[in-house]
Structure formats: C-alpha cells, structure tokens
C-alpha cells in the first residue's frame, strides 16, 4: 500500500486557545458591567457561583503572557454583552469598552490574534425580563450590541464569532442556564424553534452590518457540530441519523450559509405546528447574511437508532454531547466503539475528521475549531506542578485529526481549544478542569489564584513553535 503523505498545516494557521467571558472573568458586576442570565441563574448544586471564576479580568496581563509564553497565535474570547450595555440597550459603559480595549492591545502586543466571540451564553438579565430571544425586538437588540462592538474594536479585531452554540442554546437551553419559556405556553416546541428563528435572523444582519463597516473583517458562527452515526447499518438507523443531522447540525449551517431552513427539520417543525413565523424581511435578512468562514466547536460525535416507540424524553434533555431522543425521529445509542472522559462524553478523534470533511463538502468554506477539549480532576503533584498526559493524548489525537482532514482538501484556519486557561464549567464548576494554565482555586475555596503552565501547554508550545510537525511527549 502506497504510504499516505500529509500536507503540512498552513503556515499561518491559528494555534490558540478559547475562553467565555462569563465563565473566566468573573468581577460579575464590578465597574458597571450589569447581571446577565448567568449571574442570576440558580447555581448547579455543589458548584461554584459565577462571580470570581478565573478572575481573568484582574490577572488578564499574566494570563495573556502566559499564553505569549506557549507561543499562542490566537486568542478566542468572548465579549460579556452587559459589560459592554448593561442592560442591553441603551447607556454604553466605557469601563467595559476600556477592558476589552485592553485585552486586545495586550493580545497585539505579544502577536496574538484576537478572535472575538460576540455572544457566549449570557443574555443580559433586563433583557430576559424583556422576553430575551422570545422578543422580535431581540434581533435589532442582537445588531445593536454588534454595532458597539465593530465600532469600538474593529480597528483592530479581524475575525469575529457571532453566537456560540446557537444550535445547544436550542437544543438544551434549560440545561445551559440561557433558554427562557414564558409561562403557559402551549407549543413549547413552537417557541423555542421562533427564538432560534429569531437569532438566526439576529446573525444574519450582523455578518452584513460586519461586511458593510469593517469590509476587511471575517465572520463567521460557531455551532456545536458533531456528526452523527447509525448504530447499523439497518436503513432505519441511518434515516434516523440523518434526522438527527439535520435537527443538530445542519439546521443551524443550512440557515447561516445558505440562507434557508434545512428541509428535513422544516418538515418535522411542520408536523408539530411549530414552524417559526417569519417577519416582514426576514426571509431576506437570512438570503443576504453570508459568513467568511465556519467556526466550530466539537467534542465527539453522536450515534443514533431508530426510535422502536420507546422515545419519551424531550429533544430538549441531557448537556451538550449527551442527548436523548425525539419520538418518531432518533434515539440516542452508546456507541461502544469509544473511550469516554471521566465526565462520560465519548472521545472520537477520527470523527473530528469525519465532520469536517462532512462540512467541506456540504458548504466548501473555511473551518476554524473554536473549542475542543479535555474536561478532567486536575491535580498539582508532589512536584508542584501539574500532570496532565492524558489531556496531552487527547489534544494529539485530535490535532493528527486535522492534519488528515486538511490532506483531505479541507481548509483549516486554525485551532483553538477548550480552554486556554481553566474556568467555572458549565456543569461541574471549578472541579472540572481543561485549561493549558492551571489556577489555584477550588469551587468553595478562592486559594491563592496563582497561575502555572501544566504539562499541556509546554507540550502545545512546542506544537506551535513546529507548526503541528512535532507532537510527541
């Protein structure tokens, strides 16, 4: 068999790494920045609340250097709406213009890219009293908050993301804290697909408000995407996963990239009288919005069989990678071909290859990974100094992945997982670690907030420094 030659990696890739403002920052209402749905939501039992998290927002000079010290390219941040507008609309607030203003110097200063995500999970809280994305009114909210950011960083900030994970805010809203049904609502299916209408339209006009004031900038969205498998080979299973497909990957690109709504899940929306209304221009608002390039976050992939009768669950059930099932359309299946994390997410590093290759040939544009990660009980050793060989595997698997996909003709623009620096996770608080840099807290004890370089980030600093050539220990 002839030996496979890869392709090197561009030699202006993006070798970096990701945070969210709401789960790194913290200083959750300090220099007038307002509460967010996240600052008000009832904490998961047993974790950390969200007022402290990384304190990236008092230490972000150190953390930055340690970034420029592993010899990071990119920087994928997110940008807190309310410390920007605290209440959503409205009074801007120059403390939180000047924060952001500094964490982008910082980043030039040391050569990193700044890639900056405009929504991450954390609607502010006066506009959920407001109906948040329930409200028509959300998506000139939506472009309004863009206009502040292309206007106060687009001197500077070249790529940007507009909704992190729109298609889990969707799917498992409730879970992540960020999904709000008005009481007494009767088609719960219905609402929710008219808020996705709502930021899909929301996005739309963003990218064109992007490509109007900052015409040399790049935008793009940042979905979940995860591929999805048949458990067999049996035709019903693979109807199955293509319905899931649809509902959890595709919907959400169909509509970014092409401007319409997938078929498939058009037709199911339509057999449970939940097909979102459209107004006046929003079908137009969705034809012109056309994105640079796809930024994507993944994790695994799903698998699905075909639902025997046994369904029951609302799609809306499990987190981000753990789902449930839809009745007549998919039921979730354990794929025992996979590892799983301590956390019980499925690891599959060459179905990191297979969805990108699924969305090159579907939409033929740029990629760039946005999140990709590593959840674990990180631990200092005797040594002082942390351990990490197994999110060391995990990040090489994947990274090898890329290489395969980009030899494969797709074209990548860089790789930023999760996260750069450990963070409150969604779920599990403090407890649950990804970061290159480690930092000295526990969910219920503040510690010293010292920051270190674990094993990991040694390792992708020499990644880095040979452009994905060198990725042993």
Known sequence: MKERKLAPFPEDFFWGASTSAYQVEGASLEDGKGPSCQDVKEVPEGTSDLTVCADHYHHYKEDIKLMADMGFKSYRFSIAWTRILPEGTGEINQKGIEFYNNVINECLKYGIEPIVTMFHFDMPAALDARGSWGNPESVEWFVNYAMVLYESFGDRVKYWLTINEQNMLTLVGPVIGTLTI???????????????????????????????????????????????????????????????????????????????????????????????????????????????????????????????????ESPFGGDQQNGGGVAGMYKSYRNPNLQQTEFGWEIDPVGFRATIREMDSRYDLPMLVTENGLGAYDKVGEDGKVHDPYRIEYLRRHIEQIQEAITDGAEMLGYNPWSAIDLISTHEGMRKRYGFIYVDREDFDLGTMERQIKDSGWWYKKVIESNGEDLTD
Not at 198 to 211: E, G
Not at 229 to 251: G, M, S
Not at 263 to 274: C, F, P, T
């Open 182 to 312: 008005p009481e007494g609502t009767e088609n719960v299916l219905k609402e929710i697909y008219q808020q996705n209408h709502h930021m899909l339209v929301a996005q739309s006009k963003a990218m064109v408000l992007c490509h109007e004031m900052l015409p040399n900038a790049k935008i793009g969205p940042a979905p979940n995407i995860s591929l999805v498998y048949p458990a067999t080979c049996k035709p019903e299973d693979v109807i199955a996963a293509q319905n899931f497909n649809a509902v959890r990957n595709w919907l959400y690109l169909d509509a970014a990239v092409y401007g319409r709504y997938n078929s498939i899940v058009w037709a199911w929306l339509k057999q449970n009288d939940a097909c979102p209304t459209f107004a006046p221009g929003d079908e137009e608002a969705l034809k012109n919005g056309h994105p640079d390039f796809i930024g994507f976050n993944y994790y695994n992939t799903g698998t699905v069989e075909a639902d025997d009768g046994s369904v029951e």
